[in-house]
Nanobody
Framework: EVQLVESGGGLVQAGGSVRLSCAAS????????IGWFRQAPGKEREGVSG????????YYADSVKGRFTISKDNAKNTVYLQMNSLKPEDTGVYYC??????WGQGTQVTVSS
C-alpha cells in the first residue's frame, strides 16, 4: 500500500522544539520532491519547507527560516522537519507531500504561549 505518514506533532511551549517525521511506504521518497505544508485554523494551507530529490537543495518560507530544518534519511525512507524556537503562530496541522499531489494525513502541532 502506498502511504505517507506524518508523526511527531503535539503540544509544545513557545520557544520549544519538535521534530516531525514523514515516513513513506510503498514507494521511494527520494524519487520525489518532498514538501512540508501547514494549515492553521481558518487559514489556507501554506508551504513551509521543501527538499529536492535531484540535488538536495532546500526551501524555507521566510516565516521559518533559521528556525526549521528539513532533512531526509533515504535508508529509512523518511523526511524530517526539525522545528526550533517555536512560536504560537506555528500552530497548525502539518502535512508532507510527495511530488505534485500525494499527501499524508497530517499531524497537529500546537504551540502554547
Amino acid at each position: 500500500e502506498v502511504q505517507l505518514v506524518e508523526s511527531g506533532g503535539g503540544l509544545v511551549q513557545a520557544g520549544g522544539s519538535v521534530r516531525l517525521s514523514c515516513a513513506a511506504s510503498g514507494f521511494t521518497l527520494d524519487d520525489y520532491v518532498i514538501g512540508w505544508f501547514r494549515q492553521a485554523p481558518g487559514k489556507e494551507r501554506e508551504g513551509v519547507s521543501g527538499i529536492s530529490n535531484k540535488d538536495g537543495s532546500t526551501y524555507y518560507a521566510d516565516s521559518v527560516k533559521g528556525r526549521f530544518t528539513i532533512s531526509k534519511d533515504n535508508a529509512k525512507n523518511t523526511v524530517y522537519l526539525q522545528m526550533n524556537s517555536l512560536k504560537p503562530e506555528d500552530t497548525g496541522v502539518y502535512y508532507c507531500k510527495a511530488g505534485l499531489s500525494f499527501w499524508g494525513q497530517g499531524t497537529q502541532v500546537t504551540v502554547s504561549s
